[in-house]
């Protein structure tokens, strides 16, 4: 009898661990369930040939289909994103920047990121989760030609929201984000 207990013990506890694991599909919708996130990032870029790496920080709020990027450090400037384009505040309106197919791919990825849109994210990547809901990781493998010369790989890490999001650039640069939601 004790050597099944000790069989069975174990066999409960991966057993019970497997059924609390988290989906791709329970992160998209719990991020979904929450309000749009507004708040703080910083972002670090570590670039090959560089020995000190570039820092940038600022605000940021998602409105719907509309992501409002305000970079304030190293310098100032506002960009709004949609899933038409990029635009750049300049002299009280906002101006298109020049788009090509590889900038409304990140565009859309950008969008795809903040908002868990999977649908979007699946046509690039592979993804596989783990975690729990308090703390996931959502990973991206490039799955397209055009991915695969941009990123080795995509981590997105979060819990109530994305609170981080490490790209893992082709060429051997790594970019790294943080959000601090407001509540």
């Known amino acids: 009898m004790n050597r099944i207990r000790a069989f069975l013990f174990p ?33 670090t870029r570590y670039l090959r040939g560089m020995s000190q790496p570039l820092a940038a920080s600022g605000t ?28 750049q505040w300049q002299d009280g309106s906002w101006r298109t920047t020049g788009q090509t197919a590889l900038n409304d791919a990140q565009t859309r990825l950008f969008l795809a990121f903040l908002r868990a849109d999977s649908a979007t994210l699946g046509e690039y990547f592979d993804m ?18 055009l991915m695969r010369q941009i990123f080795r790989r995509i981590d997105i890490y979060g819990g109530a929201y994305v609170a ?8 051997g640069d790594r970019s790294e984000l943080f959000f601090q939601p407001e509540p």
Request: proline share 5%; with cysteine.
């Open 164 to 171: 981080r999001v490490v790209l893992e650039e082709a060429q």
């Open 128 to 145: 596989s989760a783990e975690g729990e809901a308090a703390a996931w990781t959502l990973h991206l493998s490039p799955k397209t030609a």
């Open 60 to 87: 940021f709020a998602l409105d719907g289909e509309t992501l409002y990027w305000t970079l304030e450090k190293p310098f100032a400037s506002r960009l709004r994103i949609t899933p038409e384009g990029v635009s």
């Open 11 to 43: 066999l409960l506890f991966l057993c019970s661990a497997f059924a609390h694991a988290i989906s791709v599909a329970d992160i998209t919708a719990q991020l979904r369930a929450q309000h749009a996130p507004s708040g703080r990032f910083t972002q």
